[in-house]
């Protein structure tokens, strides 16, 4: 009888323990489902959905929805050793899922309403992109403490490593510049012209640009991009983006248009032919802004002073000063004299076509017409600007956000 007793007692003490394991189980479950609830609104969640059901063709729903759980794992617990770089609107990290598939997590730095809009707004703009010289998006994660993109892996770092870092010893061939600049400008000009809805980037610099393991150029960080009706020409917002690459006819006016995006790619037009960074302490006071120096460098007949040694090495003179000419067209101060990037492409295309017969240009009479204007003046930028609008501005030492390993 006392065997039977204890046998029970025993039986029921395993059964109350095995109870409070479930138990405790079950609690820590809905606490996590709450808490996951939780940040899943904080991050935009709602936000995203309202986006979604507002675009009528979407690609949103096509992207992946990662649990924070696989991503942890994939970063290694979003280890330091991981981090592939870091910028203004957050932190990458290189991972890998499972199934042995490379990527590249942006986490947010900071949780507030502006930083969640902004990776709200990736997600909508990226999920509308299909190129081969963007980065494409592979999915996202709203249930983590800050919200997380997940991109494909880029390998190669970004453009500005391989222009201005003092340590980087592959050299940038000039045929190479030649094929970067032209992928870019396709890539801007399909979203300009071909996307579903235009789309503006607002944050062109050689840092945003990306290498893959060809060295194929993709542009990247479209945190700050904006989708454009396609009745409207411009956008006026909060003025922001990085000092050397901004637009000044947007500083003053808080009014981004197409051309503001191809005022910034020619700076970077501008760093490919020079290797110089767009803004240096480096250079004399009156030099420090490279816009003004390289446009007043073309005006005094100094052009070939201030190219890089590989540009004047292995680029023919034909070449550089069509290429020299085209930066200079994209860097004037009124807008609706700039080129489209449509324009910029093709001229990009027919400079290639010189030193390969292979590009060939689409277009021979509209090509032309832009090589006739490619000899207007253009205005130097003004060295200080007057703004009332508020500005968000970025530094590019502050803004070396990755997607791409070291």
Request: hydrophobic letters at 40%; a negative charge; proline letters at 3%.
């Amino acid at each position: 009888m006392r065997i039977l007793v204890g046998a029970g007692a025993g039986a029921g003490a395993i059964m109350l323990l095995l109870l409070c394991w479930w138990l405790d189980k079950y609690i820590k479950r809905r606490r996590e489902a709450k808490l996951k609830q939780k940040f899943f609104e904080r991050n935009g969640g709602f936000l995203l959905q309202q986006r979604l059901t507002s675009n009528e063709d979407n690609h949103v729903e096509k992207g992946k929805l990662f649990a924070s759980t696989m991503l942890d794992t994939a970063t290694d617990h979003f280890n330091e050793n991981r981090i592939l770089g870091q910028g203004g609107q957050g932190t990458v990290y290189k991972g890998m899922l499972i199934d042995g598939t490379v990527i590249a997590v942006k986490k947010s730095k900071v949780i507030d309403a502006g930083q969640v809009e902004q990776f709200v707004n990736e997600i909508v703009i990226l999920s509308e992109i299909n190129h081969r010289n963007v980065v494409k998006l592979l999915g996202f994660c709203l249930e983590s403490e800050v919200p997380l993109l997940v991109y494909e892996f880029v390998p190669n770092g970004t453009l500005y490593r391989y222009l201005h870092d003092p340590d980087e010893e592959f050299p940038i061939s000039w045929e190479m510049r030649l094929r970067i600049a032209n992928e870019v400008a396709v890539a801007l000009s399909y979203l300009h012209f071909d996307a579903a809805v235009p789309i503006y980037h607002r944050d062109i610099k050689s840092s945003n640009i990306l290498l893959d393991e060809k060295y194929r150029a993709k542009v990247a960080d479209f945190g700050a991009s904006k989708l454009i009706p396609i009745d409207q020409t411009h956008l006026t917002t909060m003025v922001r983006g990085t000092i050397g690459y901004l637009d000044p006819e947007y500083y003053q006016t808080s009014q981004f248009t197409d051309k503001s995006d191809v005022y910034s790619f020619g700076v970077v037009l501008v760093e490919l032919l020079t290797r110089e960074q767009p803004i240096s302490q480096r250079r004399a006071e009156e030099d420090r802004n490279l816009v003004s120096y390289f446009i007043i460098s073309m005006e005094e007949n100094r052009l070939f002073d201030v190219l890089d040694k590989e540009v004047l090495d292995h680029g023919e003179n034909e070449e550089i000063i069509a290429v020299s000419n085209l930066a200079k067209r994209c860097l004037r101060l009124h807008g609706r004299y700039r080129p489209t990037m449509k324009e910029v492409a093709m001229e990009l295309e027919r400079v290639r076509s010189l030193r390969n017969p292979m590009v060939a240009p689409q277009n021979e009479e509209e090509i032309n017409r832009i090589r006739i204007g490619s000899i207007y003046a253009s205005s130097v930028i003004p060295m200080s600007m007057q703004l009332d609008a508020e500005v968000e501005l970025t530094s590019m030492e502050e803004d070396q956000s990755l997607l791409s390993s070291r």
